[in-house]
């Protein structure tokens, strides 16, 4: 079940960013900040600021800016599940076991030094489950065809947010652990308007504690490290997810991303 950057099996242009992804260069002009400025002393673009908040001038960037996008990889399937609760097999009934993981996402418009929240933005997530099998997909020693556990979308409200109910995810061959994510607007028809795919990860130190644990530890120690991942290594930083709580407890991660959308 290994994924290759770039590889998935829909169209090529599936990771087509909705509207437009700031580069920084972009993104300074953007927001009228000048050269390089911003970024002395190593600052980021993924500063933390409230919906609808002005960036200071001349300091940084909102949070909302810096999100890259990804390989969409071989395993989304449009299931149409439109739940918070993404746990469930709905043929079964069965969830899927792990350290549960609430995931919230903010999802803004970038406009001229502000980040505004973005209503009505349909966002996908799936993932493995904690031994590194997807659902409806057949692969050797793994057909999961027809079961639609770790997958499911939301739409964003007023606020521009939007929670998933989930567990944190295992590994498989070859790739980091990680968590996709797909961002969906559309027109007045209904239809698709802008598509952006991309990915998740976590801290190798929080891996580590949940997989430690079962059912995880029964796949063994991962192969591939967030340093060691392809895709990580091309802006992954930037969709590093920091959690809060504990894997006895639970999880709590929030994920800011923003798009240069008309």
């Known amino acids: 079940m290994q994924e290759r950057p770039g590889q998935n099996h829909d169209l090529e242009d599936d990771d087509l960013p909705v509207g437009q992804v700031l580069s ?75 350290v549960p993981l609430t995931l919230n996402f903010q999802v803004s418009r970038v406009g001229l ?22 659902s409806d997909v057949n692969d050797p020693g793994a057909d999961t065809r027809g079961q639609t556990f770790l997958r499911g979308y939301q739409t964003t409200n007023a606020q521009g947010r939007c929670s998933f109910q989930t567990i944190y995810p295992g590994w498989y061959r070859g790739r980091a ?5 797909r961002l969906r607007t559309l027109d007045a028809r209904g239809q698709v308007s802008g598509d952006f795919v991309s990915q998740l990860f976590f801290a190798e130190s929080l891996s580590d504690q949940v997989h430690a644990l079962e059912p995880y530890r ?44 008309s």
């Open 113 to 134: 030094r502000v980040c505004e929240p973005r209503a009505g933005v349909v966002v996908d997530v799936w993932h493995c489950d904690a031994l590194g099998r997807y």
């Open 218 to 261: 029964q796949k063994g120690r991962r192969d591939t490290l967030n340093s060691t991942d392809g895709l990580y290594r091309n802006g992954g930083n930037q969709m590093l997810v920091r959690a809060t709580g504990t894997p006895q407890r639970g999880l709590v991660a929030t994920f800011d991303v923003g798009l240069n959308l």
């Open 177 to 181: 652990v990680h968590i996709h994510y």
């Open 24 to 98: 920084r260069r972009h993104a300074l002009r953007l927001f009228g900040l000048a050269g390089g400025a911003a970024l002395a002393g190593g600052m980021t673009l993924a500063r933390q600021v409230a919906p609808g908040r002005p960036a200071p001038p001349a300091t940084g960037l909102p949070g909302c800016v810096v999100r890259p996008q990804s390989a969409q990889g071989p395993f989304f399937t449009d299931e149409r599940l439109r739940r918070r609760d993404i746990r469930t097999d709905t043929r079964s009934g069965r969830s899927a076991a792990g």
